[in-house]
């Protein structure tokens, strides 16, 4: 399994962003996929995950302006960032779950400015 993560760039504060997870290789249908991040000096952090039924889950500091989605027939995460704020700079990274393994993309950097 492969995930490549896409998207990332350089955005102002209260600007959007769209990131994409495309999953590749042996997938099975029950699985489920998280976006994480992680900032300078701090530690990994998950920032939202979705159910292979649609189920969502987000941590407090994104609720209301990150939306996560997910496209099955692609095998596809997206993960819509509106409301940018500074704190939000970070490495994302996207991760799978299936048959009690955790794969992982490579991380895609993203930068708000004030």
Do not use: H
């Amino acid at each position: 399994v492969q995930l490549q993560a896409s998207g990332g760039g350089l955005v102002q504060a209260g600007g959007s962003l769209r990131l994409s997870c495309a999953a590749s290789g042996n997938i099975v249908r029950l699985n489920s996929m998280a976006w994480y991040r992680q900032a300078p000096g701090k530690e990994r952090e998950l920032v939202a995950n979705i159910a292979n039924n649609g189920i969502t889950k987000y941590s407090d500091s994104v609720k209301g302006r990150f939306t996560i989605s997910r496209d099955n027939a692609k095998n596809t995460m997206y993960l819509q960032m509106n409301s940018l704020q500074p704190e939000d700079t970070a490495i994302y990274y996207c991760k799978l779950t299936q048959v009690g393994r955790d794969y992982w993309g490579q991380g895609t950097q993203v930068t708000v400015s004030s």
